[in-house]
Protein backbone atom coordinates (compact mmCIF):
# COMPACT_ATOMS: atom_id res chain seq x y z
CA UNK A 1 0.00 0.00 0.00
CA UNK A 2 1.92 3.40 -1.24
CA UNK A 3 1.85 5.89 0.98
CA UNK A 4 3.60 9.66 0.77
CA UNK A 5 4.39 10.25 4.07
CA UNK A 6 7.96 9.28 6.37
CA UNK A 7 6.64 6.15 7.04
CA UNK A 8 5.83 4.53 3.82
CA UNK A 9 6.97 5.85 0.43
CA UNK A 10 8.52 9.07 1.46
CA UNK A 11 11.44 10.21 -0.54
CA UNK A 12 14.64 9.42 1.19
CA UNK A 13 15.69 12.38 3.57
CA UNK A 14 18.83 10.66 4.87
CA UNK A 15 22.38 11.44 4.03
CA UNK A 16 25.24 9.96 5.31
CA UNK A 17 27.48 13.08 6.38
CA UNK A 18 30.47 13.09 4.08
CA UNK A 19 31.80 16.27 2.54
CA UNK A 20 32.02 16.86 -1.25
CA UNK A 21 32.56 19.94 -3.93
CA UNK A 22 29.54 18.61 -5.91
CA UNK A 23 26.92 18.10 -3.19
CA UNK A 24 25.20 21.25 -2.60
CA UNK A 25 23.76 21.41 -6.46
CA UNK A 26 22.81 17.75 -6.33
CA UNK A 27 21.20 18.11 -2.73
CA UNK A 28 19.36 21.07 -3.98
CA UNK A 29 18.40 18.60 -6.82
CA UNK A 30 17.20 16.09 -4.22
CA UNK A 31 15.36 18.59 -2.18
CA UNK A 32 13.50 19.93 -5.14
CA UNK A 33 12.18 16.32 -5.96
CA UNK A 34 11.01 16.22 -2.65
CA UNK A 35 9.24 18.84 -2.35
CA UNK A 36 7.33 17.92 -5.84
CA UNK A 37 7.01 14.31 -4.75
CA UNK A 38 5.18 15.58 -1.41
CA UNK A 39 2.72 18.32 -3.47
CA UNK A 40 2.10 14.90 -5.83
CA UNK A 41 3.64 16.36 -8.52
CA UNK A 42 5.47 12.81 -9.22
CA UNK A 43 6.61 13.45 -13.01
CA UNK A 44 8.89 16.67 -11.84
CA UNK A 45 9.87 14.82 -8.60
CA UNK A 46 10.97 11.93 -11.00
CA UNK A 47 13.10 14.51 -12.78
CA UNK A 48 14.35 16.19 -11.10
CA UNK A 49 15.82 12.45 -8.56
CA UNK A 50 17.04 11.52 -12.20
CA UNK A 51 19.10 14.62 -12.53
CA UNK A 52 20.48 13.76 -8.98
CA UNK A 53 21.19 10.54 -9.71
CA UNK A 54 23.16 11.53 -13.30
CA UNK A 55 25.03 14.29 -11.27
CA UNK A 56 25.74 11.98 -8.40
CA UNK A 57 27.51 9.34 -10.64
CA UNK A 58 29.79 11.94 -11.94
CA UNK A 59 31.10 12.34 -8.94
CA UNK A 60 32.48 9.20 -6.59
CA UNK A 61 32.48 11.25 -3.30
CA UNK A 62 28.79 11.51 -3.59
CA UNK A 63 27.82 7.97 -3.55
CA UNK A 64 25.85 8.73 -0.53
CA UNK A 65 23.75 11.20 -2.07
CA UNK A 66 23.47 9.06 -5.42
CA UNK A 67 22.06 6.60 -3.19
CA UNK A 68 19.64 8.63 -1.80
CA UNK A 69 18.57 10.25 -5.05
CA UNK A 70 17.73 6.10 -6.52
CA UNK A 71 15.74 5.39 -3.78
CA UNK A 72 13.62 8.43 -4.27
CA UNK A 73 13.67 8.13 -7.96
CA UNK A 74 12.17 4.53 -7.25
CA UNK A 75 9.69 5.23 -5.15
CA UNK A 76 7.97 8.14 -7.11
CA UNK A 77 8.06 5.99 -10.17
CA UNK A 78 6.39 3.46 -8.16
CA UNK A 79 3.79 5.75 -7.55
CA UNK A 80 3.51 6.53 -11.46
CA UNK A 81 3.11 3.18 -11.86
CA UNK A 82 6.63 1.92 -13.47
CA UNK A 83 7.06 -0.97 -10.94
CA UNK A 84 9.37 -2.98 -12.63
CA UNK A 85 11.37 -0.11 -12.83
CA UNK A 86 11.21 0.64 -9.22
CA UNK A 87 12.34 -2.32 -8.17
CA UNK A 88 15.32 -1.95 -10.40
CA UNK A 89 16.55 1.21 -9.45
CA UNK A 90 15.91 0.26 -4.99
CA UNK A 91 18.28 -2.76 -5.80
CA UNK A 92 20.90 -0.85 -7.51
CA UNK A 93 20.57 1.58 -4.33
CA UNK A 94 20.67 -1.50 -2.04
CA UNK A 95 24.34 -2.61 -4.18
CA UNK A 96 25.30 0.94 -3.30
CA UNK A 97 24.06 0.67 0.53
CA UNK A 98 26.58 -2.04 0.76
CA UNK A 99 29.69 -0.36 -0.76
CA UNK A 100 28.40 2.82 1.61
CA UNK A 101 29.00 0.26 4.30
CA UNK A 102 32.22 -0.63 3.42
CA UNK A 103 33.75 2.97 3.20
CA UNK A 104 36.13 4.17 5.36
CA UNK A 105 34.05 6.73 6.72
CA UNK A 106 31.38 3.88 7.39
CA UNK A 107 33.94 3.51 10.43
CA UNK A 108 32.02 6.54 12.62
CA UNK A 109 29.53 5.28 14.21
CA UNK A 110 26.77 8.57 13.07
CA UNK A 111 28.12 7.49 9.24
CA UNK A 112 27.66 3.56 9.97
CA UNK A 113 24.04 4.57 12.01
CA UNK A 114 23.13 6.92 8.93
CA UNK A 115 23.50 3.96 6.63
CA UNK A 116 21.79 1.52 8.27
CA UNK A 117 18.40 3.72 8.38
CA UNK A 118 19.46 4.46 4.31
CA UNK A 119 19.34 0.77 3.70
CA UNK A 120 16.51 0.04 5.58
CA UNK A 121 14.64 2.77 3.78
CA UNK A 122 15.49 1.60 0.13
CA UNK A 123 14.06 -1.98 1.88
CA UNK A 124 11.32 -0.74 2.90
CA UNK A 125 10.00 0.15 -0.60
CA UNK A 126 11.51 -2.06 -2.47
CA UNK A 127 8.70 -4.24 -0.30
CA UNK A 128 5.81 -1.57 -1.86
CA UNK A 129 6.78 -2.56 -5.58
CA UNK A 130 7.68 -5.98 -5.12
CA UNK A 131 4.18 -6.25 -3.93
CA UNK A 132 2.86 -4.47 -6.62
CA UNK A 133 4.53 -6.94 -9.33
CA UNK A 134 2.61 -9.66 -6.92
CA UNK A 135 5.98 -11.00 -5.65
CA UNK A 136 4.75 -11.41 -2.15
CA UNK A 137 7.48 -13.57 -0.78
CA UNK A 138 10.12 -10.90 -1.79
CA UNK A 139 8.50 -8.75 -0.40
CA UNK A 140 8.24 -9.86 2.51
CA UNK A 141 11.80 -10.99 2.60
CA UNK A 142 12.66 -7.08 1.98
CA UNK A 143 10.35 -6.51 4.89
CA UNK A 144 11.42 -8.65 8.03
CA UNK A 145 15.31 -7.30 6.65
CA UNK A 146 13.95 -3.60 7.36
CA UNK A 147 12.47 -4.37 10.50
CA UNK A 148 15.21 -6.15 11.85
CA UNK A 149 17.54 -3.01 11.43
CA UNK A 150 15.37 -0.83 12.50
CA UNK A 151 14.27 -2.85 15.65
CA UNK A 152 14.29 -0.28 18.51
CA UNK A 153 16.53 -1.48 21.30
CA UNK A 154 14.80 0.85 23.64
CA UNK A 155 11.52 3.30 23.99
CA UNK A 156 13.20 6.47 22.36
CA UNK A 157 13.30 5.83 18.58
CA UNK A 158 15.46 8.33 16.84
CA UNK A 159 13.25 10.59 14.51
CA UNK A 160 14.04 9.11 11.07
CA UNK A 161 14.29 5.59 13.13
CA UNK A 162 10.87 5.67 13.85
CA UNK A 163 9.83 6.95 10.90
CA UNK A 164 10.96 3.81 9.11
CA UNK A 165 10.15 1.68 11.82
CA UNK A 166 6.58 2.82 11.41
CA UNK A 167 7.06 2.65 7.14
CA UNK A 168 7.76 -1.28 8.15
CA UNK A 169 4.90 -1.46 10.21
CA UNK A 170 2.38 -0.17 7.62
CA UNK A 171 3.94 -1.80 4.55
CA UNK A 172 3.77 -5.31 6.62
CA UNK A 173 0.14 -4.24 7.48
CA UNK A 174 -0.33 -3.35 3.65
CA UNK A 175 0.96 -7.60 2.64
CA UNK A 176 -0.60 -9.56 5.42
CA UNK A 177 -4.00 -7.41 3.51
CA UNK A 178 -2.49 -8.44 0.55
CA UNK A 179 -2.66 -11.91 1.62
CA UNK A 180 -5.88 -11.94 3.27
CA UNK A 181 -4.07 -12.89 6.46
CA UNK A 182 -6.67 -10.96 9.02
CA UNK A 183 -5.77 -11.67 11.90
CA UNK A 184 -1.56 -10.69 11.39
CA UNK A 185 -3.12 -7.77 9.73
CA UNK A 186 -5.71 -6.17 12.38
CA UNK A 187 -2.07 -7.02 15.07
CA UNK A 188 0.01 -5.03 12.69
CA UNK A 189 -1.96 -2.19 12.03
CA UNK A 190 -2.91 -1.93 15.88
CA UNK A 191 0.75 -1.79 16.80
CA UNK A 192 1.59 0.70 13.95
CA UNK A 193 -1.12 3.03 15.22
CA UNK A 194 0.39 2.78 18.66
CA UNK A 195 3.99 3.36 17.70
CA UNK A 196 2.57 6.59 15.43
CA UNK A 197 0.62 8.01 18.59
CA UNK A 198 4.05 7.84 20.52
CA UNK A 199 6.34 8.90 18.40
CA UNK A 200 4.63 10.60 15.31
CA UNK A 201 1.21 11.50 15.31
CA UNK A 202 1.08 13.74 12.64
CA UNK A 203 1.69 10.21 10.32
CA UNK A 204 -1.28 8.36 11.66
CA UNK A 205 -2.98 8.17 8.26
CA UNK A 206 -1.52 5.16 6.88
CA UNK A 207 -2.42 2.79 10.26
CA UNK A 208 -5.81 4.10 10.33
CA UNK A 209 -6.48 3.64 6.54
CA UNK A 210 -5.09 -0.21 6.69
CA UNK A 211 -7.49 -0.46 10.15
CA UNK A 212 -10.53 1.07 7.74
CA UNK A 213 -9.34 -1.99 5.37
CA UNK A 214 -8.96 -4.48 7.81
CA UNK A 215 -13.00 -4.01 9.40
CA UNK A 216 -14.48 -3.28 5.45
CA UNK A 217 -12.91 -6.68 4.56
CA UNK A 218 -13.98 -8.69 7.70
CA UNK A 219 -17.38 -7.31 7.54
CA UNK A 220 -17.56 -4.36 9.93
CA UNK A 221 -18.02 -1.65 7.44
CA UNK A 222 -19.18 0.45 10.66
CA UNK A 223 -15.40 0.16 12.51
CA UNK A 224 -14.01 0.80 9.24
CA UNK A 225 -15.47 4.18 8.40
CA UNK A 226 -15.08 5.50 11.80
CA UNK A 227 -11.21 4.53 10.83
CA UNK A 228 -11.55 6.36 7.62
CA UNK A 229 -13.02 9.60 8.97
CA UNK A 230 -10.01 9.58 11.18
CA UNK A 231 -7.55 8.74 8.48
CA UNK A 232 -8.84 11.42 6.37
CA UNK A 233 -8.61 13.95 8.70
CA UNK A 234 -5.33 12.75 9.57
CA UNK A 235 -4.36 13.14 5.91
CA UNK A 236 -5.87 16.92 6.06
CA UNK A 237 -3.85 17.89 9.29
CA UNK A 238 -0.61 16.76 7.36
CA UNK A 239 -1.45 18.27 4.05
CA UNK A 240 -0.69 15.00 2.09
CA UNK A 241 -3.61 15.79 -0.94
CA UNK A 242 -2.64 11.95 -2.52
CA UNK A 243 -3.72 10.44 1.39
CA UNK A 244 -6.53 12.55 0.98
CA UNK A 245 -7.73 11.42 -2.47
CA UNK A 246 -6.67 7.43 -1.61
CA UNK A 247 -9.33 7.86 1.18
CA UNK A 248 -11.58 9.25 -0.87
CA UNK A 249 -11.20 6.68 -3.70
CA UNK A 250 -11.66 3.95 -1.35
CA UNK A 251 -15.05 5.58 0.10
CA UNK A 252 -16.20 5.36 -3.04
CA UNK A 253 -15.38 1.83 -3.15
CA UNK A 254 -17.00 1.47 0.24
CA UNK A 255 -20.55 3.07 -1.26
CA UNK A 256 -20.26 1.28 -4.20
CA UNK A 257 -20.65 -2.00 -2.05
CA UNK A 258 -23.15 -1.20 -0.49
CA UNK A 259 -25.45 -0.09 -3.49
CA UNK A 260 -24.49 4.08 -2.44
CA UNK A 261 -24.16 4.64 -6.07
CA UNK A 262 -24.93 8.51 -5.93
CA UNK A 263 -22.77 8.82 -2.96
CA UNK A 264 -20.00 7.16 -5.35
CA UNK A 265 -19.80 8.93 -8.29
CA UNK A 266 -18.57 12.23 -7.30
CA UNK A 267 -15.78 11.21 -4.54
CA UNK A 268 -14.88 8.83 -7.56
CA UNK A 269 -14.52 11.92 -10.10
CA UNK A 270 -12.70 14.14 -7.68
CA UNK A 271 -10.20 11.19 -6.77
CA UNK A 272 -9.37 10.31 -10.31
CA UNK A 273 -8.85 13.33 -11.28
CA UNK A 274 -6.32 14.38 -9.05
CA UNK A 275 -4.53 10.95 -9.47
CA UNK A 276 -4.54 12.07 -13.54
CA UNK A 277 -3.24 15.12 -12.89
CA UNK A 278 -0.34 13.86 -10.74
CA UNK A 279 0.24 10.77 -12.78
CA UNK A 280 -0.31 7.76 -10.36
CA UNK A 281 -0.87 5.74 -12.69
CA UNK A 282 -1.95 2.50 -10.26
CA UNK A 283 -4.54 4.49 -8.56
CA UNK A 284 -5.63 5.65 -11.77
CA UNK A 285 -5.96 2.08 -13.10
CA UNK A 286 -7.89 1.53 -9.63
CA UNK A 287 -10.36 4.25 -10.17
CA UNK A 288 -10.90 2.75 -13.52
CA UNK A 289 -11.91 -0.47 -12.09
CA UNK A 290 -14.40 1.12 -9.74
CA UNK A 291 -15.69 3.52 -12.31
CA UNK A 292 -16.28 0.21 -14.25
CA UNK A 293 -17.92 -1.55 -11.28
CA UNK A 294 -20.25 2.04 -11.13
CA UNK A 295 -21.52 1.03 -14.88
CA UNK A 296 -22.27 -2.05 -14.02
CA UNK A 297 -23.83 -1.60 -10.69
CA UNK A 298 -26.16 1.03 -13.57
CA UNK A 299 -26.30 -1.84 -16.10
CA UNK A 300 -24.12 -0.33 -18.89
CA UNK A 301 -22.22 -3.55 -18.95
CA UNK A 302 -20.57 -2.04 -22.35
CA UNK A 303 -19.11 0.44 -20.39
CA UNK A 304 -17.90 -1.62 -18.09
CA UNK A 305 -16.08 -3.87 -20.12
CA UNK A 306 -14.57 -0.44 -21.78
CA UNK A 307 -13.40 0.91 -18.48
CA UNK A 308 -12.60 -2.57 -17.21
CA UNK A 309 -10.12 -3.36 -20.09
CA UNK A 310 -8.57 0.27 -19.93
CA UNK A 311 -7.90 -0.48 -16.08
CA UNK A 312 -6.61 -3.47 -17.01
CA UNK A 313 -4.10 -2.30 -19.99
CA UNK A 314 -2.74 0.00 -17.03
CA UNK A 315 -2.14 -2.53 -14.62
CA UNK A 316 -0.48 -4.76 -16.70
CA UNK A 317 2.06 -1.86 -17.92
CA UNK A 318 2.85 -1.02 -14.90
CA UNK A 319 3.33 -4.77 -13.77
CA UNK A 320 0.70 -5.28 -10.84
CA UNK A 321 -0.51 -8.46 -11.70
CA UNK A 322 -2.35 -9.11 -8.41
CA UNK A 323 -4.53 -5.60 -9.14
CA UNK A 324 -4.76 -7.23 -12.79
CA UNK A 325 -6.08 -10.72 -12.56
CA UNK A 326 -8.28 -8.89 -9.55
CA UNK A 327 -9.56 -6.45 -12.78
CA UNK A 328 -9.46 -9.51 -14.78
CA UNK A 329 -12.52 -11.27 -12.79
CA UNK A 330 -14.53 -8.16 -13.19
CA UNK A 331 -14.11 -8.22 -16.61
CA UNK A 332 -14.93 -11.54 -16.83
CA UNK A 333 -18.58 -10.45 -15.19
CA UNK A 334 -19.41 -7.97 -17.56
CA UNK A 335 -18.33 -10.16 -20.73
CA UNK A 336 -20.37 -12.95 -19.53
CA UNK A 337 -23.35 -10.36 -19.47
CA UNK A 338 -22.98 -9.67 -23.24
CA UNK A 339 -22.93 -13.25 -23.61
CA UNK A 340 -19.27 -13.43 -24.78
CA UNK A 341 -18.52 -16.74 -22.86
CA UNK A 342 -15.40 -17.68 -24.63
CA UNK A 343 -14.11 -14.34 -24.00
CA UNK A 344 -15.42 -14.51 -20.11
CA UNK A 345 -13.81 -17.81 -19.26
CA UNK A 346 -10.05 -16.50 -20.75
CA UNK A 347 -10.27 -13.78 -18.52
CA UNK A 348 -10.82 -15.96 -15.05
CA UNK A 349 -8.21 -18.49 -16.80
CA UNK A 350 -5.72 -15.94 -16.33
CA UNK A 351 -6.88 -14.45 -13.13
CA UNK A 352 -6.47 -17.77 -11.97
CA UNK A 353 -3.28 -17.82 -13.55
CA UNK A 354 -1.49 -14.87 -11.43
CA UNK A 355 -3.08 -15.69 -8.11
CA UNK A 356 -1.26 -19.20 -8.27
CA UNK A 357 1.51 -17.45 -9.05
CA UNK A 358 1.55 -15.51 -6.34
CA UNK A 359 0.48 -18.32 -4.12
CA UNK A 360 -3.01 -16.58 -3.10
CA UNK A 361 -4.98 -19.96 -2.92
CA UNK A 362 -7.97 -19.06 -1.06
CA UNK A 363 -8.05 -16.06 -4.17
CA UNK A 364 -8.52 -18.89 -6.14
CA UNK A 365 -11.16 -20.48 -4.33
CA UNK A 366 -12.77 -17.64 -4.19
CA UNK A 367 -12.87 -17.26 -8.02
CA UNK A 368 -13.61 -20.97 -8.64
CA UNK A 369 -17.03 -20.24 -6.53
CA UNK A 370 -17.77 -17.61 -8.89
CA UNK A 371 -16.80 -19.33 -12.21
CA UNK A 372 -19.35 -21.72 -10.90
CA UNK A 373 -21.92 -19.55 -10.71
CA UNK A 374 -21.29 -17.78 -13.91
CA UNK A 375 -22.00 -21.80 -15.13
CA UNK A 376 -24.87 -22.20 -13.56
CA UNK A 377 -26.42 -18.77 -14.77
CA UNK A 378 -25.11 -19.86 -18.48
CA UNK A 379 -27.20 -23.40 -17.71
CA UNK A 380 -30.38 -21.61 -16.17
CA UNK A 381 -30.33 -19.11 -18.89
CA UNK A 382 -31.73 -22.17 -21.33
CA UNK A 383 -29.28 -21.53 -23.91
CA UNK A 384 -26.50 -23.63 -23.95
CA UNK A 385 -28.51 -26.68 -25.43
CA UNK A 386 -26.24 -30.01 -25.45
CA UNK A 387 -23.54 -28.71 -24.00
CA UNK A 388 -25.89 -27.95 -20.22
CA UNK A 389 -24.84 -31.71 -18.78
CA UNK A 390 -20.95 -30.73 -19.33
CA UNK A 391 -21.29 -27.26 -17.80
CA UNK A 392 -22.99 -28.45 -15.12
CA UNK A 393 -20.37 -30.90 -14.45
CA UNK A 394 -18.07 -28.23 -14.74
CA UNK A 395 -20.06 -25.97 -12.20
CA UNK A 396 -20.09 -29.11 -9.73
CA UNK A 397 -15.90 -29.68 -9.70
CA UNK A 398 -15.08 -26.09 -9.18
CA UNK A 399 -18.20 -25.32 -6.67
CA UNK A 400 -17.23 -28.21 -4.43
CA UNK A 401 -13.99 -27.79 -3.59
CA UNK A 402 -14.26 -23.61 -3.44
CA UNK A 403 -17.10 -23.93 -1.01
CA UNK A 404 -14.85 -26.52 1.28
CA UNK A 405 -12.23 -23.93 1.48
CA UNK A 406 -14.27 -21.02 2.08
CA UNK A 407 -15.87 -22.70 4.70
CA UNK A 408 -13.15 -23.65 6.51
CA UNK A 409 -11.82 -19.96 6.48
CA UNK A 410 -13.99 -19.61 9.46
CA UNK A 411 -12.17 -22.27 11.98
CA UNK A 412 -9.12 -19.85 11.54
CA UNK A 413 -11.67 -16.59 13.13
CA UNK A 414 -10.87 -16.65 16.83
CA UNK A 415 -13.56 -13.69 16.78
CA UNK A 416 -17.45 -15.75 17.25
CA UNK A 417 -18.90 -12.44 15.39
CA UNK A 418 -16.49 -12.66 12.62
CA UNK A 419 -16.89 -16.42 12.05
CA UNK A 420 -20.94 -15.90 11.85
CA UNK A 421 -20.26 -13.10 9.39
CA UNK A 422 -18.16 -14.96 7.40
CA UNK A 423 -20.46 -17.85 7.60
CA UNK A 424 -23.63 -16.00 6.62
CA UNK A 425 -21.85 -13.61 3.98
CA UNK A 426 -19.80 -16.49 2.24
CA UNK A 427 -19.55 -19.76 3.65
CA UNK A 428 -23.25 -20.45 3.56
CA UNK A 429 -23.97 -18.78 0.06
CA UNK A 430 -20.91 -21.10 -1.51
CA UNK A 431 -22.47 -24.30 0.07
CA UNK A 432 -25.41 -23.58 -1.19
CA UNK A 433 -24.35 -23.09 -4.56
CA UNK A 434 -22.70 -26.71 -4.01
CA UNK A 435 -26.08 -28.20 -2.97
CA UNK A 436 -27.90 -26.75 -6.27
CA UNK A 437 -25.54 -27.47 -8.48
CA UNK A 438 -25.11 -31.11 -7.29
CA UNK A 439 -29.01 -31.51 -7.21
CA UNK A 440 -29.11 -30.13 -10.67
CA UNK A 441 -26.75 -32.76 -11.79
CA UNK A 442 -28.66 -35.44 -9.90
CA UNK A 443 -25.22 -36.31 -8.01
CA UNK A 444 -27.25 -38.30 -4.97
CA UNK A 445 -24.10 -39.33 -3.75
CA UNK A 446 -22.79 -36.20 -3.42
CA UNK A 447 -25.52 -34.23 -1.92
CA UNK A 448 -25.92 -36.96 0.83
CA UNK A 449 -22.18 -36.44 1.51
CA UNK A 450 -22.72 -32.83 1.73
CA UNK A 451 -25.60 -33.35 4.13
CA UNK A 452 -23.15 -35.19 6.25
CA UNK A 453 -20.54 -32.75 6.20
CA UNK A 454 -22.69 -29.73 7.14
CA UNK A 455 -24.78 -31.86 9.99
CA UNK A 456 -21.11 -32.50 11.85
CA UNK A 457 -21.48 -29.25 13.25
CA UNK A 458 -17.88 -27.40 14.24
CA UNK A 459 -15.90 -28.64 17.30
CA UNK A 460 -14.45 -26.02 19.87
CA UNK A 461 -10.10 -26.22 20.28
CA UNK A 462 -9.20 -28.40 22.94
CA UNK A 463 -6.75 -29.27 22.04
CA UNK A 464 -2.97 -27.34 23.35
CA UNK A 465 -2.11 -24.86 20.66
CA UNK A 466 0.33 -25.89 17.76
CA UNK A 467 -1.41 -29.38 17.73
CA UNK A 468 -1.29 -30.56 14.18
CA UNK A 469 -4.63 -31.72 14.19
CA UNK A 470 -6.43 -29.37 15.64
CA UNK A 471 -4.31 -25.80 15.43
CA UNK A 472 -5.56 -24.47 11.86
CA UNK A 473 -3.43 -21.49 12.71
CA UNK A 474 -0.22 -23.25 12.48
CA UNK A 475 -1.09 -23.89 8.63
CA UNK A 476 1.00 -20.80 6.98
CA UNK A 477 -1.78 -21.47 4.21
CA UNK A 478 -4.98 -21.47 5.80
CA UNK A 479 -6.01 -17.50 5.11
CA UNK A 480 -9.21 -15.73 5.82
CA UNK A 481 -10.22 -14.45 2.64
CA UNK A 482 -11.63 -10.59 2.06
CA UNK A 483 -15.13 -8.96 2.04
CA UNK A 484 -18.66 -9.56 3.01
CA UNK A 485 -21.30 -10.56 0.76
CA UNK A 486 -22.01 -12.74 -2.84
CA UNK A 487 -24.02 -13.30 -6.15
CA UNK A 488 -26.05 -16.03 -6.79
CA UNK A 489 -26.49 -16.81 -10.22
CA UNK A 490 -30.46 -17.47 -11.53
CA UNK A 491 -30.36 -16.40 -14.91
CA UNK A 492 -29.26 -12.45 -13.98
CA UNK A 493 -27.62 -10.70 -17.15
CA UNK A 494 -26.24 -8.26 -15.00
CA UNK A 495 -24.38 -10.91 -12.48
CA UNK A 496 -21.87 -9.29 -10.81
CA UNK A 497 -18.72 -10.59 -8.61
CA UNK A 498 -19.20 -10.93 -4.93
CA UNK A 499 -18.24 -8.44 -2.85
CA UNK A 500 -14.65 -10.08 -2.31
CA UNK A 501 -13.67 -9.46 -5.52
CA UNK A 502 -14.51 -6.40 -5.77
CA UNK A 503 -11.45 -3.57 -6.21
CA UNK A 504 -9.51 -4.11 -3.55
CA UNK A 505 -7.09 -1.04 -3.05
CA UNK A 506 -8.56 -0.59 0.73
CA UNK A 507 -7.42 2.27 2.52
CA UNK A 508 -9.86 4.64 4.42
CA UNK A 509 -12.94 6.83 3.54
CA UNK A 510 -15.13 9.90 4.37
CA UNK A 511 -14.28 13.09 3.93
CA UNK A 512 -16.57 14.98 6.68
CA UNK A 513 -16.52 13.97 9.86
CA UNK A 514 -13.21 15.24 11.80
CA UNK A 515 -11.79 19.04 11.44
CA UNK A 516 -9.33 19.72 8.81
CA UNK A 517 -6.50 20.87 10.32
CA UNK A 518 -6.72 19.87 14.52
CA UNK A 519 -5.05 21.68 16.71
CA UNK A 520 -3.37 18.97 18.20
CA UNK A 521 -3.30 15.70 16.16
CA UNK A 522 -2.60 13.18 18.42
CA UNK A 523 -5.30 13.99 20.47
CA UNK A 524 -7.98 13.42 17.27
CA UNK A 525 -6.83 10.28 16.89
CA UNK A 526 -6.80 8.20 20.55
CA UNK A 527 -10.35 7.20 19.42
CA UNK A 528 -8.50 4.98 16.48
CA UNK A 529 -6.56 3.85 19.34
CA UNK A 530 -9.43 2.89 21.63
CA UNK A 531 -11.25 1.26 19.10
CA UNK A 532 -8.46 -0.62 17.81
CA UNK A 533 -7.83 -2.35 21.25
CA UNK A 534 -11.52 -3.86 21.29
CA UNK A 535 -12.60 -4.34 17.87
CA UNK A 536 -11.39 -7.72 17.55
CA UNK A 537 -14.18 -8.77 20.02
CA UNK A 538 -13.99 -12.55 22.29
CA UNK A 539 -15.26 -15.60 21.26
CA UNK A 540 -14.49 -19.65 21.67
CA UNK A 541 -11.55 -20.92 19.65
CA UNK A 542 -12.73 -23.61 17.14
CA UNK A 543 -10.69 -26.38 15.44
CA UNK A 544 -11.66 -27.55 11.62
CA UNK A 545 -13.73 -30.96 12.24
CA UNK A 546 -12.54 -34.25 11.06
CA UNK A 547 -12.90 -36.25 8.19
CA UNK A 548 -16.38 -38.32 8.12
CA UNK A 549 -16.17 -41.90 7.60
CA UNK A 550 -19.27 -43.45 5.88
CA UNK A 551 -18.47 -47.11 6.33
CA UNK A 552 -17.33 -49.06 9.47
CA UNK A 553 -13.79 -49.82 7.82
CA UNK A 554 -13.20 -46.17 7.39
CA UNK A 555 -11.60 -46.25 3.90
CA UNK A 556 -14.84 -44.28 2.51
CA UNK A 557 -14.94 -40.82 3.77
CA UNK A 558 -17.44 -38.42 2.90
CA UNK A 559 -16.17 -35.94 0.04
CA UNK A 560 -12.88 -37.40 0.13
CA UNK A 561 -12.05 -36.90 -3.45
CA UNK A 562 -13.29 -33.01 -3.66
CA UNK A 563 -10.92 -32.41 0.16
CA UNK A 564 -8.35 -33.60 -1.93
CA UNK A 565 -8.96 -31.56 -4.63
CA UNK A 566 -9.40 -28.48 -2.48
CA UNK A 567 -6.30 -28.68 0.03
CA UNK A 568 -4.00 -29.47 -3.23
CA UNK A 569 -5.50 -26.22 -5.34
CA UNK A 570 -5.59 -24.05 -2.96
CA UNK A 571 -3.20 -24.87 -0.59
CA UNK A 572 -5.07 -24.34 2.45
CA UNK A 573 -6.28 -27.51 5.34
CA UNK A 574 -9.78 -28.21 5.04
CA UNK A 575 -10.06 -30.76 7.54
CA UNK A 576 -8.16 -32.71 10.11
CA UNK A 577 -6.37 -35.81 9.88
CA UNK A 578 -8.56 -37.74 12.60
CA UNK A 579 -11.25 -39.73 11.09
CA UNK A 580 -14.73 -40.60 12.80
CA UNK A 581 -17.84 -42.42 12.24
CA UNK A 582 -20.78 -40.73 11.09
CA UNK A 583 -22.89 -43.28 12.53
Known sequence: ??????????????????????????????????????????????????????AAARHPATLDLRTQALINRASTADRMGDHPAAVASFREALGLCERLAGTAAAEDPIVAAAVTVLRASALVNLSQALLNTGDLTAALRALEQARELLDPKDEILPEDTADLFIGALVALTALTIQREEWSRAHELAAESLDVVLRHRPALAGRPLMNLSAVHIATGRPELGEDFAYQAIAAFEASDTPSGVAETRQSLAQLCLRSGRIAEAEPLLAASQEFFDRAGMAHQSAFGLDLLGLLAALRGDQAGAVELYGRSLARFEEAGALIAAAEVRVRLAAGLHAQRRYDESEAQLARAQEAFTRSGLGL??????????????????????????????????????PAALALDAVRFTLANGAQRERWHRALAEPAMRLAFRLATRAGAADLVAELIESRCAGTPLRDAAPGDADTDADTDADTETATGSGTTEAGGSPGLEPPDFLHPLAFPGQMDTAAPAHPEDPGDAFQLGAALAGVAAGAGLPVAPPPRLALTRTGTTVALASYLTRAEARYGARIRTARVVPTW
Open 1 to 54: MASDEPSALEPAHLSVPVSAPASAPISALIDAGNDAFLRGEFTLAHARFDQAVE
Open 363 to 400: RRAQTDFFHAALLEDRVSAGAVGPTGPALLGRAVALAV
